[in-house]
């Protein structure tokens, strides 16, 4: 009777063993997938500048990309590099990131790496420089995590057969592993609570929206009732109002909504009518121009799988940028003429 116990328990511990191993997988698997995946905007609102050929070749080679065939997106941009040499730099940025994406099933880090070094050494002025080094950063340090996950999943494997070696011993490394699958569950509500909160659409328009640039917080309001508030990523110098154009800062002030673009490269976006009277004249004393097309937008065009990673980086030119899904809610819920209300 005792031996026939623990080969119940043992044969229950091995199931539960294998659903653990299984859960906690994928969730390593999704976290430094994001580790990863989060300096991929910083190339952020730069604009493509190549002829109609050289543009053409791009989309083609993107499309090939949003569908998932890595494969031909990677020697769409190879011939990209041997047919227009000037646009080599951006090429190799792209196709370094190709490399690296957690869903290429052939992906080759080292390949990845060797791009970003190339594009460094073979275009030592180019925008994409600093990209690229802090890519470099990035897939170095996830190649030391997989390393890591590695390391652990071993330590489970190992930890499985001590289990099968002890039988009646095993009750202690039972609750180890129980523990490990409930703190995994707790995880997952807490994701799905998140998700059904994010994806709950007011009814009512906004008449106001506050932009809180250091909580980077975009609240909707209406008759002084937040309706919904959305975490958001600013220009890459985010500290103090914008002064003039190309400095990369997001406005401090109060605007309206004054036009939307449903076309956009960024997916959707509504443009803000920065620059007012304070800042033209700010502008004129400093002997500047103060720029322009500042809008609320969502995520680059092909980019949309980040979700809501971008917010750890403060990647645009000074624009505010959200989600595309929750750019399509703002769209609705903000007509034209909504104030918008900037705070440092």
Partial sequence: MVLRSSNILLTNTKSNMGKKLRILGKHLSLLFACILMTPMLICGCSHFN??????????????????GNYKASL???????????????????????IYAHPGNGQKDYQKSLE??????????????????????????????????????QAQIEALRQDVQRRGNENIT????????????RS????????????????????????????????TLISKGKVLKTYKIAL????????????????????????SRNRDSN???????????EKDKKRAKQLGVSPGGDIMVHGLKNGFSWVGNLHTEVDWTKGCIAVT??????????????????IRP
């Fill in 115 to 152: 791009c970003f070094h190339k594009l460094i050494k073979d275009y030592p002025g180019s925008e994409y420089k600093k990209d690229s080094e802090l890519m470099i950063f990035n897939v170095n340090n996830v190649i030391v995590k997989d390393q890591t996950i590695a390391t652990q």
């Fill in 50 to 67: 190549g002829g109609f050929e050289t543009k053409s070749s791009f989309i083609e080679a993107n499309d090939f990309f949003s569908q």
């Fill in 324 to 341: 595309d899904e929750e750019i399509e809610e703002i769209d609705r819920l903000a007509p034209n003429g909504t104030i918008v209300e």
């Fill in 187 to 218: 995880k997952e509500n807490e994701h799905i609570k998140l998700q059904k909160e994010i994806f709950v659409i007011p009814k009512e328009p906004a008449d106001k929206i506050l932009i809180e640039k250091k909580e980077r917080l975009l």
């Fill in 75 to 97: 020697s769409k941009y190879q011939q990209i590099i041997e047919k227009y040499p000037t646009a080599g730099e951006r090429a190799l940025f792209e196709m370094g990131i």
């Fill in 266 to 276: 960024y997916h959707q976006s509504l443009h803000i009518s920065y620059p007012n």
């Fill in 173 to 184: 490394l039972q609750k180890k592993i129980e523990a490990l699958e409930q703190e995994v």
């Fill in 235 to 258: 220009g890459g110098n985010p500290n103090g109002p914008k002064e003039r154009q190309g400095d990369n800062k997001t406005p401090e002030g109060t605007y309206v909504i004054d």
